[in-house]
């Protein structure tokens, strides 16, 4: 017969694993995970026991709990108490899995911990071909779809902190498991690459090769020959990018200064802007162009027309940028000279030539050194993703200095960051971003003590970590703490429940049970 005891510990699981499976596809279902565990805990009613747990799981639950409550002191201080409410709803789960896994009856074992990340990850795959799916089902269609919809369910940051995680625990998997299906493994751990190049994701680009290196020291006790060879192809890879992203820089930053001509072939006359200083591969957009011809021959060879859309963006201004690009004049002849493979890349979006056919990394780091060059030279950073975050930062780096002790207050962080924007000429009204980097937000929330103790507060649990999966405990702190540097992480609810989860169920785990395999 089932007792209380027996249903609490039915439930709690119930609610792990789903918590773990919801998280990459369901705010719902992580909101419905979070309550059954929080339900089998008040089911247990043994609150003497939770008291002894209490003092002996003492300073990792203040550790942990003190992550959460520096939140809480912010409230105190908060013009927009409403927005503070709201923002301590969403980080409730920093605060909600620690005190269930530290004060419960309910044993964290280590192979039921591994079900719950096993279960995590194969949901966050799952959710990746979905969104892969469906994202070229909507292109076949003729749909204009940006490449963010093939994170369907959540952000493409946080599906990518899910699947980097997930491509470091499927190499873990596969070192220490004893079958000949093992390799099979490879399967999965090839998709999360390929999709993470597929999105251009920036997180994912950047992330992967870190989650390798790492995975790297740890095969280097274990199997020093594998760990060379792999050394051996990641510098190679390295050295690759390096020449690459060279060639990048020199192609963008080397400027071309075209013979500005008076007449075209067919007796038009051009024009030329050179106050737009806005270049293409080093060549100015705005000269020789006619857009009397350009219109008359484009419309000939498209049945996209010249005056038409794509994505908010003009074919118009999607074709002169594609010639620039290529440094040939915008008129009749420049659009003669374009093959009809390359009328079909302007007719999906592609501005650059470079882009034609291209390594998506390779794409995305031509994109970010345009975004640079831009920045720099045109004080451009509105819609840059890399520039946009930069001055993100520096936006929120001016609000900290000027709230250095107890920092806004939990409630005003968006308040001050639309007070900056609007007296700053460089981004539109209305925007409301924050810095991009969680560090730079939590010290301009709390101020400088607020943030020292949000920081040490992690250092210490990092260092009083005493479990028996240090490499899973390990790889995922580095990718949330890195991933902090550019993104705020846990200013969602899917971001904060991913950092408390894989957090805390690796610091509770219990050490006791005999079940080490």
Known sequence: MLNHKKIAFYIFYLGLYGLSISIPVSKFGTSVGLILISFSWFLEWNWREKIKLLKKNKLLLTLSCSLFLIFVLGLFHSENTAYALKDLKIKAPILILPIIFGLSEIKLERKKIITAITLFGASGITASIIGFVLYHLRLQEGEVVNLRAMSPFISMIRLSLILCFTFGFLLWAINNLFTKWKWLLLIPSVWIVYYLVSAESLTGILLLPIVFTYFLFFLFK???????????????????????????????????????????????????????TFRENGYLVFDNFSKEELEKEWNKRSEKKYKESFNEYKYSSILMRYLSSKGLTKDSVGVSKLSDLEIEAIEKGVTNVYYVNRNPIFKRLHVGVMEIKDAIENNRYEGRSIASRFM????????FKENFWIGVGTGDVKDEFLKKYSESSLFKKGCDKKSHNQYITIALSLGVFGFLTFTGALILLLKKYSGTIKYLFILSQIILLLSMIWEDTIETQAGATIFSLLLNVFLFEDKAQPNQS
Do not use: C
Not at 226 to 237: D, S
Not at 392 to 399: E, P
């Open 392 to 399: 993100y930062a520096t936006t929120g780096i001016q609000i």
């Open 222 to 276: 274990r199997n020093l020959k594998l760990a060379m060879a792999l050394i051996t192809v990641l510098i190679g890879l390295f050295i690759w990018v390096g020449f690459e992203l060279n060639d990048i820089r020199v192609m963008i930053f080397k400027n071309h200064n075209s013979e500005l001509m008076h007449q075209t072939l067919n007796g038009r006359y051009y024009s030329h802007n050179l106050k737009a």
